[in-house]
């Protein structure tokens, strides 16, 4: 090994030092729209199975074709990789028989980890008649699924308060779900006092934290449009004129994020949920370097 070699080394063991054969991640994907972006996800697929993962997950689209594209990926992802791989599931723009259908067909055909999600309405003033926890009652009542909850350490955009998220969270725990994945997020004081919150709460499942590499930071900030999240006022800074130097931009974001489960991870948390944007790169490297 030359000294280059060796002074890039270092640096990847000071990043990971107490943190290699400790964390577990999962991935999450959406489907394809079209055949090259199919080709793209399985190339991405294939790379992010060497990495072990504990499970995947495929986002739904509430719409009647991107229904059935979320079960058909799932299905196939399970079959041809052998790993647990979660269907969302949202109630929005939809009824109880139609979701029971659609449950009752992923049981029967093998699928049993949901992440139940009430959704977001396509339309303005959308009256909300079913939520997560309607979902979760339903599922349970169904088979013996293993259902994974939203919860927001920065508030759902529809929240008034913490106490509000706090009750709607414990509810949907307290029906039958295994856990909760949290909405991406910067800031780990705010993940933290969330999880203090939920044990003081008397919730005590596992809170695994949503953590999105950032590929572009305009995109990035696109995303923040309809969330509580906050961007540190660091991050603008060290993005500032990159807006043309992606490459740069990956760069950076893989050093943030393995920052941030070098921290969570010092703070006992184990398992990572990764928000893929069906990308393998960034998050390929960044599970590399911490040791998976």
């Known amino acids: 090994m030359?000294?280059?070699?060796?002074?890039?080394?270092?640096i990847i063991n000071q990043k990971t030092e107490n943190i290699k054969n400790s964390i577990h991640c999962s991935f999450e994907f959406f489907p394809p729209k079209n055949i090259t972006l199919e080709e793209n996800l399985w190339s991405v697929i294939r790379k992010i199975v060497k990495l072990k993962p504990k499970f995947f997950s495929v986002t739904y689209g509430a719409n009647n074709?991107?229904?059935?594209?979320?079960?058909?990926?799932?299905?196939k992802i399970r079959e041809k990789t052998g790993i647990i791989t979660a269907a969302h599931l949202t109630c929005v723009n939809s009824t109880p028989g139609k979701l029971k259908s659609i449950a009752e067909k992923y049981w029967n055909n093998g699928i049993k980890n949901i992440i139940a999600l009430r959704g977001d309405a396509i339309k303005k003033n959308y009256k909300h008649t079913m939520y997560a926890s309607d979902l979760v009652i339903l599922l349970k009542k169904i088979a013996d699924f293993d259902i994974s909850v939203a919860a927001y350490p920065e508030l759902h955009p529809e929240s008034q308060n913490s106490k509000e998220d706090i009750i709607n969270l414990k509810k949907k725990i307290d029906l039958g779900?295994?856990?909760a994945i949290t909405q991406f997020f910067f800031n780990i004081d705010f993940y933290l006092k969330f999880r203090d919150n939920c044990i003081k709460n008397g919730i005590t499942v596992e809170i695994i934290p949503g953590i999105l590499p950032i590929?572009?930071?305009?995109q990035l900030q696109r995303f923040l449009k309809m969330t509580n999240v906050q961007i540190p006022q660091w991050m603008f800074e060290i993005f500032?004129?990159?807006?043309?130097?992606?490459f740069t931009q990956k760069i950076i974001g893989a050093s943030i994020a393995i920052d941030m489960v070098k921290k969570l991870?010092?703070?006992?948390?184990?398992n990572f949920h990764f928000y893929t944007l069906n990308q393998s790169d960034v998050t390929y490297a960044i599970c590399r370097i911490l040791g998976l």
């Open 177 to 179: 779900a295994n856990r």
């Open 240 to 246: 500032n004129g990159l807006e043309n130097d992606i």
């Open 265 to 270: 991870s010092s703070e006992g948390i184990k």
């Open 65 to 75: 074709g991107e229904c059935q594209k979320t079960y058909n990926i799932v299905k």
């Open 215 to 218: 590929y572009n930071f305009i």
């Open 2 to 10: 030359n000294i280059l070699s060796e002074y890039y080394q270092d």
